[in-house]
């Protein structure tokens, strides 16, 4: 098995989402994720202003440039925003000041300077008029997905009409409190023969029982196991950052808002993720190969 992590915003102690990343942090962190067992990331970048996000994604890719590990360990780019839901409780952790309607010249913007490995954007299809900038990735070869967002379901179909593929964790990025049955879950779930179905595994994002629950309704074949680590994955409790949020892990390993309202990214890593599949959701290792290797590779059309 060979992950392929198509969410990773830092990693032990380094924070992608931070201005004045410098080689030796780079260097770092795709160091201890080859030694965790993850053999390739999409380094992700969340909601900024675009002239920041531009700025941290030419430094990724000049550092990267230079650090043979790091091209192997950095396969990819995944840009988590601006264009998603601003409304609390579906915009998370993302600084909702940033937040701005998809459009086509901005993203030309971040394709280019990610000089061809923008691979995943996620966006709220709510949030596309027209659907216009979906159908641009799409045609530049980037996998789009929902996430973040309240699509009622007709616009959610209508979106997988224009290229969409994938939901970004599921049953995250969304309010603790939501209508029992008309929510963003249920629609993702009754598309998921044209959705890529992604989740974190960690027991806490969503707690083993309703993630059982959503991979029999899914089908594995149609799920993807991704981290969502941040800087804080693999050091343990303490303070750390994402994009500028203070964040402290307690004993629990569970990265929260400083208000305690919503979780901010994940630190658990993929020897966690094996140790949960199997304990807790029952899976075997062709499943969890499924999960962490082949289909995150056919989501982004390199399988």
Not at 48 to 62: A, C, K, P, S
Not at 166 to 186: A, E, S, Y
């Amino acid at each position: 098995m060979k992950p392929l992590d198509l969410q990773v915003n830092g990693y032990a102690g380094t924070d992608f989402n931070r201005d004045g990343l410098t080689a030796d942090a780079l260097h770092h962190a795709c160091t201890c994720l080859r030694e965790d067992g993850c053999a390739q990331i999409l380094a992700t970048f969340i909601t900024d202003t675009i002239e920041n996000l531009v700025g941290r994604i030419e430094t990724l890719m000049r550092l990267r440039e230079h650090d043979p590990l790091a091209k192997e360990v950095i396969a990819g780019i995944h840009v988590e925003g601006p264009f998603i839901n601003s409304e609390k409780g579906y915009v998370g952790a993302h600084p909702p000041h940033c937040v701005k309607p998809a459009n086509i010249d901005d993203s030309k913007r971040l394709l280019d300077a990610g000089k061809g490995l923008v691979k995943l954007v996620t966006l709220a299809p709510e949030n596309d008029p027209g659907f216009a900038t979906t159908s641009f990735l799409v045609s530049e070869k980037v996998t789009v997905s929902a996430g973040h967002c309240n699509p009622s379901f007709e616009v959610l179909k209508e979106s997988t009409e224009h290229g969409l593929s994938m939901f970004t964790h599921v049953g995250n990025g969304c309010p603790m409190q939501m209508h029992r049955h008309d929510n963003i879950v249920q629609r993702a779930l009754a598309l998921r023969d044209k959705l890529w179905l992604c989740f974190i595994p960690d027991g806490v994002h969503v707690p083993f029982l309703a993630l059982r629950n959503y991979l029999k309704v899914a089908g594995l074949e149609r799920c993807i196991f991704v981290t969502d680590a941040i800087s804080a994955a693999r050091l343990g409790p303490g303070k750390y950052t994402l994009a500028g949020w203070d964040i402290l892990i307690g004993d629990d390993l569970v990265a929260r808002s400083p208000d305690g309202s919503h979780f901010v990214g994940s630190t658990v890593t993929i020897p966690r993720i094996l140790a949960h599949g199997k304990a807790d959701l029952g899976l075997t290792d062709v499943e969890l190969a499924q999960l962490l290797d082949s289909q995150p590779r056919q989501a982004i059309h390199w399988a």
